[in-house]
């Protein structure tokens, strides 16, 4: 493998809900011998300027990113924007807002789960978060402390997921919202691991994809842990069609046993995706 193999396009930091803070996981990165990293934290711009300062102080390659989770007709989907302007003010009001709708949703998982006999407190949750954004995974982190799950995905069986206790709905941003703020602070917008989506083919997915490129979405993330070789290519495919950046990301949160710059646990994200990926910003 050389040096410029493979690369990462989508992770979290503890600015939202992943175990490394920016720098951390930019360290980590170079370590593992990357070509470039973005972070994309879950509506959350507040750990890239530490991120950008570091990776400019020490040469790498760093997208600030961010990850929109969007209130959609057919159902919510994530929204990477890259390039995003995080000094940009009247982006902040509207993180600031979504951030006060998290903490609040995180109030009422809490109660929801005592009433339903899990013993935890808010404040370990607050702490858990670190003055981050605060998300599930934190809450999980807790229950998994607590005894009342082994690992994340035991969690995400049992807990805050439809029918099961702790669950509460997540207010979201609308989807053009997020589009315009992303354009409006010189990013570009990117479906997040599409089959989450849950379509049922890739026709179905075409035609979705359709009204995404009308509203302004420029980009599919074809590497992602979810997607089997057959999503890869269909997506990658469907890229080339409409013109679109082709991206990929582990969706490094540090304790799923995810690894940066696989898509799963072995498979590499090509480093070939980038000067494509390049290019495509520097004309945005
Ligand atoms: P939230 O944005 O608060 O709804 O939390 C969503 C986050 O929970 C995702 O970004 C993941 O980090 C985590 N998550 C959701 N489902 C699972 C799962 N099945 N296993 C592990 N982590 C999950
Ligand atoms: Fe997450
Ligand atoms: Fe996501
Ligand atoms: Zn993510």
Do not use: W
Not at 159 to 186: E, L
Not at 196 to 225: H, N
Not at 241 to 253: A, M, P, Q, R
């Amino acid at each position: 493998m050389t040096a410029t193999a493979h690369l990462d396009l989508h992770t979290h930091t503890t600015a939202s809900d992943g175990i490394r803070s920016p720098r951390e996981l930019i360290d980590a990165a170079r370590a593992d011998g990357l070509a470039a990293l973005a972070i994309t934290d879950h509506d959350c711009v507040d750990g890239l300027p530490e991120a950008v300062a570091y990776a400019q102080s020490i040469g790498f390659r760093l997208f600030p990113g961010i990850e929109f989770s969007i209130d959609y007709p057919t159902g919510s989907f994530h929204l990477l924007g890259f390039n995003v302007d995080f000094r940009d003010a009247e982006l902040k009001v509207v993180l600031d807002d979504l951030s006060a709708k998290r903490s609040t949703r995180a109030n009422r998982i809490v109660a929801d789960l005592n009433e339903k006999g899990i013993d935890i407190d808010l404040d370990e949750v607050v702490a858990m978060a670190g003055g981050g954004t605060i998300g599930r995974p934190h809450v999980a982190r807790v229950l998994i402390r607590r005894g009342y799950a082994r690992d994340m995905a035991d969690t995400f069986a049992n807990f805050m997921v439809k029918g099961k206790p702790g669950y509460v709905k997540k207010d979201k941003i609308a989807f053009d919202d997020a589009i315009r703020h992303i354009y409006r602070t010189g990013g570009i917008p990117i479906i997040a691991h599409p089959i989450s989506i849950g379509y049922a083919d890739y026709t179905q997915f075409e035609g979705l994809l359709k009204d995404f490129i009308s509203r302004g979405v420029k980009g599919l993330e074809a590497y992602a842990p979810l997607h089997q070789a057959h999503d890869v290519s269909a997506l990658v495919r469907l890229a080339e069609k409409y013109n679109l950046v082709i991206t990929g990301g582990s969706d490094y949160h540090g304790d799923k046993n995810e690894r940066l710059g696989c898509y799963g646990t072995d498979r590499l994200i090509p480093a070939e995706i980038l000067p494509a990926l390049e290019e495509f910003l520097a004309r945005a």
